[in-house]
């Protein structure tokens, strides 16, 4: 939709007005309406790197989901505020694993007696509470960009990962890029006892992973591989890791989101694009790239935008920077200090993986 002109004036004021004292990321999901006004843009990894980039700024206006800004607040400085534009976005992934659910886990491995030789690996896409206990028992986050370095430093620390939330991201980097197959890999559902798993089953996995999944990404099948295929002779698929197996296994390339830009951008005129991640970015980039002659689809028709990320829109963003602008602090995000203090251990090794 094109931002309405009065509110991408006031937007613009409002930043101007804060000037340094305020410093806008935007995940690459967001609205175009959002991101024109991002002064830093990435996938989750970039972001949390870039996020303590200005420890200046006192305000840190986060145009992404609620566990991106958890993030944020983490690694950045106390007297840096993070804010969240809207609070309704969170994320449907992060939300499948509850702390309560993670600690009932590690009692079920425990029970089993194979709790200590198990890694715990959590996607970026976690509460700050599953950082935390991820930290605490002496595992690291990882993102869509670097899952395999982690998944590699991990299986050095023990013989078994725990994976959590995401079982696509799990599984597609151990089969995928580690060469394990899929009977390495067991399921662990947090809405049944025990997991649903055997004792025997727990001992013989080298990957536990979580019954999470992304409620977009989710979405893609290998139909649509496969009918993209037969519509467009010679499309090369390029899909996120958080895809299910099939698809993964049915595309040319996969990666994070800044992957996907960078491959674009590396992609010689005349070649054709079928995107499997969400909408927001595969129609920006098809924008941007028709000049260049690269045709740039979307996976598939029917797959549509990430609501929670759509949440932040242009009113939203405008609220909130005419009034840090006015002094008032709106929606800060803010993480409690022990949960801080084990989170940052697990997002630290992350930022040190090789
Ligand atoms: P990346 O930006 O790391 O690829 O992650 C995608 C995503 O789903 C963020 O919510
Ligand atoms: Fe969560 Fe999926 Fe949306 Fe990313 S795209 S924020 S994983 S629901």
Redesign the pocket.
């Known amino acids: 939709s094109p931002s309405d002109p009065d509110l991408v004036e006031r937007a613009r004021a409002a930043k101007a007005k804060l000037g340094d004292k305020v410093f806008v990321l935007g995940?690459?999901?967001q609205r175009d309406e959002v991101i024109q006004f991002a002064d830093v843009t990435g996938?989750?990894?970039k972001l949390a790197r870039d996020a303590a980039a200005r420890p200046e700024a006192e305000y840190i206006v986060f145009c992404g989901?609620h566990f991106m800004a958890e993030s944020a607040d983490i690694l950045t400085s106390d007297d840096q505020k993070v804010v969240l534009p809207d609070l309704a976005a969170g994320?449907s992934m992060a939300d499948m694993a509850t702390a309560e659910q993670v600690a009932e886990c590690w009692d079920v491995l425990t029970e089993a007696g194979v709790a200590e030789q198990v890694v715990p690996v959590s996607y970026?896409?976690s509460s700050a509470d599953i950082k935390a206990f991820t930290g605490r028992h002496g595992g690291t986050i990882c993102?869509?960009?670097n899952a395999r370095r982690a998944l590699e430093w991990a299986f050095e620390q023990g013989e078994k990962v725990l994976f959590l939330p995401d079982q696509h991201l799990g599984r597609n980097t151990a089969v995928r890029d580690m060469g394990m197959s899929l009977e390495d890999c067991v399921l662990y559902n947090p809405h049944k006892p025990n997991g649903g798993l055997t004792a025997e089953q727990l001992r013989d996995a080298k990957m536990i992973l979580w019954r999470g999944h992304?409620s977009v990404h989710g979405r893609f099948s290998l139909e649509s591989v496969e009918d993209v295929r037969a519509r467009i002779p010679g499309v090369n698929v390029l899909v996120?890791p958080?895809c299910r197996h099939e698809v993964v296994a049915a595309a040319d390339h996969v990666g994070?989101?800044?992957y996907i830009i960078k491959a674009l951008e590396a992609a010689p005129a005349g070649s054709k694009w079928a995107i499997g991640t969400?909408l927001n970015l595969v129609r920006r980039l098809a924008n941007r790239f028709a000049p260049e002659g690269k045709e740039i689809v979307f996976l598939d028709k029917t797959v549509c935008f990430?609501s929670t990320m759509n949440r932040i829109d242009l009113p939203h963003l405008v609220w909130t920077l005419e009034s840090l602008a006015e002094g008032k602090l709106v929606n800060r995000i803010e993480v409690d200090e022990e949960t801080e203090a084990y989170a940052k251990l697990a997002l630290e090794r992350m930022l040190a993986l090789p």
Request: hydrophobic share 15%; with cysteine; glycine share 0%.
């Open positions: 995940h690459h999901y996938d989750s990894f989901v994320c970026m896409n993102t869509s960009s992304c996120h958080e994070s989101t800044e969400e990430c």
